[in-house]
């Protein structure tokens, strides 16, 4: 264990940030509790499975939230639960009713409640379409349900904050890493070596901050730490922008084994592609002192390693 065993809920649990940072809770020694939906599809948290305590609830449900954070009691509350980030999530009144609402029944239950820290994970697309790296100060254009819903829960949190309660949002960009969504880029590609399959591509010129896992939790982390962090925005992505592409053929040079090749320009370009998308750091460094560690290479790396291990016990 890395630091003091606190008692830590998170809300998002089996989701993918929610799963990755409840595996690095769990192994640091914290009293680790998930906030579930009844009948949760539990695949990310089978290496944790009786490792943690279940809160059931839905975040939609003010009152079952109530009763389990009452329940809980947490210290440190990691607010990931989240709805609408993926193309098969849709419909507008479930992404407002978990971004807004839920973000809302969440605050509304620690009224009753003293606590440490609580820090939400908030979305790089709550900025819209900006021609250079991304400030805290820029002005909020989102351009979707799901961005809309984002930024709406992260003003929600802003407003607690400034009435003196312990709250830090950090925006997350592209995370990608152990247990990401198998339809995303990153598993969807690494699927393809696996099986030695052609990747089949957009001409992936579209601009990503791609930022691994193990960078985002450190920094989910170090912002429950920090007083100074308290009412602030943090970003958690690189400064530094890569192209689709490079992302694929990174995954194709360390996975492929020279049997795979990818073929780009084979899948349309989504609609409303930004020409530009990247975070800009440097208040978050000046706050934190956290700096992304893993470049483009090393991030694959490590995924390619857990992917090959996780393929590996489910046949087993």
């Known amino acids: 264990m890395t630091a003091q065993r606190e008692r830590v809920l998170i809300t998002g649990g089996s989701g993918f940030l929610g799963a990755c940072l409840a595996h690095n809770l769990v192994a640091e020694g914290?009293?680790?509790?998930?906030?579930?939906?009844?009948?949760?599809?539990?695949?990310?948290?089978?290496?944790?499975?009786?490792?943690?305590?279940?809160?059931?609830?839905?975040?939609?449900?003010?009152?079952?939230?109530?009763?389990?954070?009452?329940?809980?009691?947490?210290?440190?509350?990691?607010?990931l639960a989240a709805h609408g980030a993926y193309p098969f999530q849709q419909d507008r009144r479930a992404i407002l009713a978990s971004n807004v609402l839920g973000t809302a029944h969440l605050l509304d239950a620690l009224r009753c409640h003293e606590f440490r820290a609580l820090v939400h994970a908030g979305s790089s697309s709550e900025y819209g379409h900006k021609d250079g790296p991304m400030r805290s100060t820029d002005l909020l254009e989102p351009r979707t349900d799901y961005a809309v819903a984002k930024a709406a829960a992260t003003l929600l949190?802003?407003?607690?904050?400034?009435?003196?309660?312990?709250?830090t949002t950090v925006r997350v960009f592209s995370a990608y890493g152990p247990w990401e969504e198998p339809t995303r880029l990153v598993p969807y590609v690494m699927g393809c070596c696996y099986r030695g399959e052609d990747p089949r591509c957009t001409a992936g010129l579209q601009p990503r901050d791609f930022v691994y896992t193990d960078d985002v939790l450190r920094l989910l982390k170090l912002a429950a730490q920090l007083p100074a962090a308290r009412g602030r925005i943090l970003h958690a992505g690189t400064g530094r922008p890569q192209r689709v592409r490079d992302m694929v053929a990174t995954i194709v040079a360390v996975c492929g084994g020279g049997r795979v090749n990818a073929h780009f320009g084979s899948e349309p370009v989504r609609a409303d592609e930004p020409a530009a998308w990247t975070a800009s750091i440097e208040e978050t460094t000046a706050l934190t002192g956290w700096r992304p560690e893993c470049d483009l290479r090393t991030g694959v790396e490590r995924m390619w390693e857990w992917y090959v291990g996780a393929a590996a016990r489910r046949a087993a």
């Open 30 to 79: 914290h009293d680790v509790h998930l906030l579930l939906r009844p009948g949760f599809n539990g695949w990310r948290l089978r290496d944790v499975a009786g490792r943690y305590t279940p809160q059931w609830a839905d975040v939609c449900d003010a009152d079952a939230v109530k009763r389990a954070v009452a329940a809980c009691r947490p210290e440190v509350i990691y607010h």
């Open 157 to 167: 949190c802003q407003a607690e904050a400034r009435k003196g309660l312990p709250i």
